[in-house]
Each structure stands twice: as structure tokens, then as C-alpha cells.
Nanobody
Framework: QVQLVESGGGLVQAGGSLRLSCAAS????????LCWFRQAPGKEREFVGG????????YYVDSVKGRFTVSRDNAKNTVYLQMNSLKPEDTAVYYC?????????????????WGQGTQVTVSS
């Protein structure tokens, strides 16, 4: 099992930026996929973006392409979500999640380990 701890959430005005961090500890991440999901009030948890720990291009949901960037720092065992041009509809609790393997899957059930979540609120 891998422990995941998110940080960096907060309140920001529309058009602003935030960077979320997800610090991982526990088992090796070398064969892992690390992703970000979000859940808005009354809605299902949805995939935002993900990256293979071993490298390769990240993958994003269409609604955040060009605005959000997922990156990783292997030395720090940390994954980041840089969010630019934020919109009120980006308001949600953002979760970091991990799965074993090489495929960046977009379903909640594909991920074994989850962080506690961090709140992002975008005001209009």
C-alpha cells in the first residue's frame, strides 16, 4: 500500500492559479500510475489527469486540457497538479490516487490507494 497526502488547495478567484501536491510514501512507485480526480458537491468523482511514474506524457480529461498540468518529482516522491485559468466549475475536492501498472485509467475503481483530498474553491 502507498500513503498519499495532498496539499495546496484553497480559495482563488476565477482566472487564477493553484498548484496541488501529492506526497507518496510506502511501497515503490516504479510501476505505478498517479492520477488526480475531483468531486464536486452532488456529483460523481471524475478523472482529471494522470501520469506514469516511469515517464511518458500525461493524460487529461478534455475539460482541463491546456489549463492543467500533471508532473512528478521522482526524487521527492511527489506528483503535482498545476491548475491555471481556473473556472468556478473547477470547484471540487481534489484527490490523488495510485494504481499499479502502466495504463492511465480514468475510472475510480481502477485505483487502489487514495489521499484524503484537498478543497479547491474558485470564486466568480
Amino acid at each position: 500500500q502507498v500513503q498519499l497526502v495532498e496539499s495546496g488547495g484553497g480559495l482563488v478567484q476565477a482566472g487564477g492559479s493553484l498548484r496541488l501536491s501529492c506526497a507518496a510514501s510506502g511501497r515503490t512507485l516504479s510501476t505505478s500510475v498517479l492520477c488526480w480526480f475531483r468531486q464536486a458537491p452532488g456529483k460523481e468523482r471524475e478523472f482529471v489527469g494522470g501520469i506514469r511514474w516511469s515517464g511518458g506524457n500525461p493524460y487529461y480529461v478534455d475539460s482541463v486540457k491546456g489549463r492543467f498540468t500533471v508532473s512528478r518529482d521522482n526524487a521527492k516522491n511527489t506528483v503535482y497538479l498545476q491548475m491555471n485559468s481556473l473556472k468556478p466549475e473547477d470547484t471540487a475536492v481534489y484527490y490523488c490516487a495510485r494504481s499499479v501498472g502502466w495504463i492511465i485509467r480514468t475510472t475510480v475503481a481502477s485505483y487502489e490507494d487514495w489521499g484524503q483530498g484537498t478543497q479547491v474553491t474558485v470564486s466568480s
